[in-house]
């Protein structure tokens, strides 16, 4: 103990001779007035104990105050200080907790050295490790070294907290030149965002430059504030430790105000023209002494030490122990869970020598000295806060808040926000019952999913459900302190009392700021506004200065002294000539929202598209007890805000900021009127449990799309029976689907889709049978997640407008039931892994179907011919991406140019595709014989009068003569390139003939006598026709010039078969009739 403290207790039991800190500066004498005083002041029941026990002696580093978290570990106040602020850590060493034999803290300095054999005392729940505290640490000391005032120098208090000098006082420098903030072992430091509350917040700099009202700080380097707080507090050369800078909220005056402050602007005098700013207080760590017993060296009391996994083998009166597989009671095969051996390299249970206890009735640990005697082992208790850690999944029935922590650390993964919320809000929840909030911010932190990010609105939130979860004067007391923070919030505070009162009957808890307890009668009086009565001209006055009124798009009659304020542009009054609606919307109105809080008798607020911004405090709403009305859309506005305004709003539209929490707090007047809030396209970053916790019964739209919503639904989803429209595409959630059939029965759009935003997004599982219930439903938006399947019954949903489950993982294949949905609109099924064929069905769909998407998917065979349907009512349809289907389209379906498979030569091929409009140009329907033309399916070979190559893929004939041919032909004909025989001979063709035959390169004859063709035979029709051996255009009324088809010597000796009688005769034939020669 003189040369080392124990770490576990805070180093408490230090007695060496150790005084100067870690910095080398000297340590102040104990007995000092000045630290008496703070002693005094911080431990009031016990401060004269630490002298006449001798804990305290001469300047040594002790620690006399170890339950404070700040202080864990041995330390002192600086020679020549003068507050709390003055104090510093010593380099103590820790000692080896194996020493420990459970004993508490001597009492005085060690003159001589510890026994050999220590006492086997053993700690029981009543034997304190430390002077036990009933009063939580109001601000204990940073390790800020701050500079001494010289005689000279008052700092006496004075009604406003601020210090009293003139310019001409000066402080006495006895800091280093550069000091800099220290680490604060009670405080999870970040003053970029949050001040310390032990230290009273002297440690932030961050740039928050408004007080908790908005109004803007003044410069700490203004004439007037240097006046009066004189040279020494300004200027970073004398003052640095405070930060002084621009306009920042800082605290330099930590021995009078409790948190950052600043001046206002403009102001003369500095008992006055302050206010504290809204700066958030930074986390406190996790207790120190909070930790699972380390069973290698020590046992716990309450299971009788039989959880020892030390290597202790001796007994207390050092005989050493044997080995317990040699014994005959306790054999380690016996068992195996009490350690009494451990495995060899053969896998076998090999006995050790060790100290254990694997009976139910002896205590503490023991051995066997011999085959019969026993005898106990000098083993250290382990501390009893940190035994008994409940299993998981059973409850902590004791009032030690240290177990639950402990849990959670235990039965939870590292990330798993979800488990660990309810055992640390419990654990929170117990310190509180305990007068400490050790394990409140670690609630915070996994609550909030793993992050503390400062905000008063999540503190708030936690404490209300811990207060509303285990409920109790103690937590609903920090809870109303939380949530209502500033004094004049007495609005706040009587809203929780009543909530309390009438909820969870807890009452007669609150104090008021002025002194006395909150009651129902004084809560039931008419509370004043918390802004000074104005005149509304005046009130009119403060919010145009406020918001840059000058700079207004449109300020027509404002201040017009000829014309009454409530015709100015955007006002309108009562018949009180009272201000009741505000709308200045798209009217570049700048800064903040807080001037508007005199308005108490608002009902309708509209100031979207704006250029507001700020955060929105969690008061806000108090201010205003009438609006119905609210809209606050396309602004700038940021951080958390309380979507409550009051029981009367009907709607409220925060959409197009960048807000990144909200929240509904339960302890408020809950708004039964309240119909929509819309708060898309935001920045809220929460689990979802929190969004939907407490959210109005009555909500008939809900709009959180385009934000970063995580986590899961919460099942039971709450329940909104009037919701008629809810969204919450565009976000991060993931988890299965919850019953919404029970929650949200008249829900008409229902948007959950794209929430794989991240690689963890995405919903999952099924959509269950549950969604055919939803009978109202005219909107279906699952897309983008990570969903397997949906039910077939979902055709029931018969007044189903929109469908879409594009995006998922669905495998299965398309219901045919889907095609009972004769009122969709559009049904988009893509990008899944859907098989099978399409169901003709769907085709039922034409009625009002205007967007049907397959497309990606892994569907097979042919597409249904009912698609056909399609074409006469406008549907768009997308199959691209389904490899499996099997060609070609339905032919109808190839001249619809809203099917995206319009152009694929392979679905819809090119050949077919002319012969149709062949058919459609000679009006095929009035055909001698047009057997299988046009059949949705059948290759064009088979079709009546058409003949291919040996493959059955190209035509090479087409041979129609005298069939009933009319109409003329088809432009479209030149497409099929591979035609040798074209013979329409004998038929009624009219016009001309297309100069496109003269493309068909491969033509060996050509048949067209015996119509009413008519026109002239273009010049170079023939130019491409190189293998043309016959033309019969005869009995026709067309003109032109035919060239001689000159004959090769194989030609002339298939004569016969060609009709030719004479080499080098033209085979043009004309309109006089038949030559002999030809048959």
């Not at 000091?179 to 509350?197: L, S």
């Not at 849990?407 to 990330?415: I, P």
């Not at 493959?951 to 005298?962: F, G, H, P, R, W």
Request: charged residues 20%; contains cysteine.
């Amino acid at each position: 103990l003189d040369n080392c403290g124990w770490a576990h207790l805070n180093q408490i039991n230090y007695r060496g001779s150790i005084n100067v800190t870690k910095d080398n500066l000297q340590c102040e004498q104990w007995d000092a007035e000045w630290v008496k005083d703070i002693l005094r002041w911080r431990r009031p029941d016990e401060w004269e104990g630490f002298y006449t026990q001798s804990i305290l002696e001469g300047n040594f580093c002790r620690n006399p105050t170890p339950a404070f978290d700040s202080e864990s570990a041995a330390y002192c106040y600086l020679a020549g200080g003068s507050s709390r602020l003055d104090w510093g850590f010593c380099d103590v060493p820790n000692c080896c907790l194996e020493n420990w034999t459970g004993a508490p803290f001597p009492t005085s300095s060690p003159t001589t050295t510890s026994p050999t054999s220590p006492p086997s005392m053993t700690l029981s729940p009543t034997t304190s490790l430390s002077p036990t505290l009933t009063i939580q640490p109001s601000f204990p000391p940073t390790s800020t070294k701050l500079p001494t005032a010289s005689p000279s120098t008052s700092l006496s208090p004075t009604t406003s907290g601020r210090p009293s000098s003139s310019p001409t006082q000066t402080l006495s420098p006895t800091m280093s030149s550069s000091p800099t903030i220290n680490d604060n072992p009670g405080c999870v430091q970040d003053p970029d965002n949050c001040g310390c509350a032990n230290s009273n917040q002297t440690d932030y700099r961050g740039s928050i430059n408004v007080m908790w009202d908005g109004t803007p700080c003044e410069r700490w380097d203004a004439e007037w504030i240097q006046d009066f707080l004189g040279e020494y507090l300004i200027g970073q050369d004398v003052y640095p430790e405070f930060g002084l800078e621009e306009n920042y909220c800082r605290n330099p005056d930590p021995d009078y105000e409790d948190r950052a402050w600043c001046y206002k602007p403009g102001g003369s005098d500095g008992y006055l023209d302050y206010k504290y700013c809204d700066v958030p207080n930074c986390r406190s760590p996790t207790p120190h002494w909070c930790k699972k017993p380390d069973n290698d060296l020590c046992g716990c009391e309450v299971v009788k030490q039989s959880d020892y996994r030390g290597k202790i083998n001796v007994t207390e009166d050092g005989d050493p122990c044997n080995k317990w597989s040699e014994t005959e009671y306790y054999h380690p095969a016996d068992y195996p869970m009490s350690g009494l051996g451990e495995k060899n390299s053969s896998g076998n249970i090999v006995g050790n020598y060790n100290c254990r206890n694997p009976s139910d009735w002896m205590s503490p640990a023991w051995c066997y000295t011999s085959d019969y005697d026993i005898d106990y082992c000098n083993v250290t208790m382990c501390d009893p806060r940190t035994c008994g850690i409940p299993e998981c999944g059973d409850p902590n029935d004791s009032n030690n808040d240290c177990l639950s922590f402990l849990q959670a650390e235990e039965c939870c993964e590292e990330d798993d926000s979800s488990c660990k919320c309810p055992l640390l809000k419990e654990a929170c929840s117990k310190s509180l019952e305990n007068s400490t909030q050790d394990f409140c911010d670690e609630a915070i932190l996994a609550c909030h999913e793993g992050s503390y990010d400062h905000d008063p609105n999540h503190v708030c939130t936690l404490h209300e459900q811990i207060c509303v979860e285990f409920p109790s004067e103690s937590t609903c007391k920090t809870a109303a302190e939380k949530c209502c923070p500033w004094d004049w919030e007495v609005q706040c505070l009587c809203d929780f009392y009543k909530f309390t009162d009438s909820q969870l009957q807890i009452g007669n808890y609150l104090a008021l700021p002025w002194g006395g307890n909150l009651t129902k009668e004084y809560c039931d009086k008419e509370l004043g506004n918390v802004m000074p009565p104005l005149e509304e001209k005046q009130k009119l006055e403060y919010f145009y200065n406020a918001t840059g009124g000058e700079r207004w798009l449109e300020n027509s009659g404002w201040f017009n002294d000829t014309m009454p304020y409530c015709q100015w542009y955007g006002l309108a009054c009562n018949d009180k000539n009272e201000i009741i609606e505000v709308n200045l919307k798209n009217n570049n109105v700048t800064g903040g929202i807080l001037p508007l809080r005199a308005f108490s008798q608002l009902t309708e607020l509209d100031l979207s598209g704006n250029k507001l911004s700020g955060e929105i405090p969690m008061r806000f709403a108090s201010f205003f007890p009438n609006l119905v009305h609210v809209d606050i859309s396309n602004n700038k506005f940021g951080g958390c805000v309380d979507m409550t305004f009051s029981s009367g709003t009907l709607y409220a539209n925060y959409s197009y900021n960048n807000f990144t929490c909200a929240s509904f707090k339960k302890y408020k007047p809950a708004p039964e009127a309240l119909e929509v809030v819309d708060f898309s396209n935001n920045q809220i970053d929460q689990d979802a449990s929190e969004v939907f916790q407490n959210m109005p019964p009555n909500l008939k739209e809900l709009d959180l799309s385009d934000n970063k919503i995580r986590g899961s639904f919460p099942n039971p989803f709450p329940l909104f029976e009037n919701i008629q429209r809810f969204d919450i595409s565009d976000n991060n959630m993931n988890g299965p689907l919850p019953e919404f059939s029970r929650a949200i029965p008249l829900i008409k759009e229902l948007d959950l889709s794209n929430q794989r935003q991240t690689e963890q997004g995405g919903l999952t599982g099924t959509i269950s049978p549950d969604f055919i219930r939803l009978n109202e439903l005219l909107v279906l938006n699952l897309a983008s997640n990570n969903l397997t399947s949906f039910p077939s019954d979902l055709g029931n949903l018969l007044r189903l407008k929109r469908l879409d489950l594009s995006s998922n993982s669905f495998s299965q294949s398309i219901p045919t039931e889907l095609g009972t949905l004769a009122g969709l609109n559009e049904m988009d099924l893509s990008n899944n892994l859907l098989s099978g064929s399409i169901p003709s069905e769907l085709g039922n769909l034409a009625v009002a179907l205007e967007v049907l998407d397959l497309s990606n998917n892994k569907l097979s065979d042919k597409i249904p011919s009912s698609f056909e349907s399609f074409v006469d009512s406008g549907t768009s349809i997308y199959l691209k991406g389904n490899i499996d289907l099997l060609d070609p389209t339905p032919l109808k379906l190839c001249f619809y140019p809203e099917i995206d498979l319009y152009n694929d030569t392979t679905m819809c091929p090119t050949e077919r595709n002319a012969l149709k409009e062949f058919y459609d140009s000679t009006k095929g329907q009035e055909w001698t014989n047009a057997d299988f033309w046009l059949d949705h399916y059948m290759s064009p070979c088979f079709w009546h009068g058409v003949t291919c190559d040996s493959s059955n893929t190209t035509v090479t004939e087409i041979n129609l003569a005298n069939n009933g041919l009319s109409g003329t032909i088809s432009k479209n004909i030149s497409v099929l390139r591979s035609l040798k025989l074209l013979d329409l001979s004998d038929n009624d063709i009219k016009g001309s003939v297309p100069s496109e035959v003269g493309h068909l390169s491969d033509l060996v004859r050509l048949r067209l006598s015996f119509n009413e063709l008519t026109g002239e035979v273009p010049s170079d029709f023939f130019e491409q026709l190189q293998n043309l051996k016959l033309i019969q255009l005869h009995a026709n009324r067309i003109r032109g010039t035919i060239p001689s088809v000159t004959w090769a010597e194989e030609d002339w000796e298939r004569k016969d078969s060609l009709s030719f009688t004479a080499e080098y005769h033209s085979s043009f034939i004309a309109d006089c009739g038949n030559p002999s020669e030809f048959k």
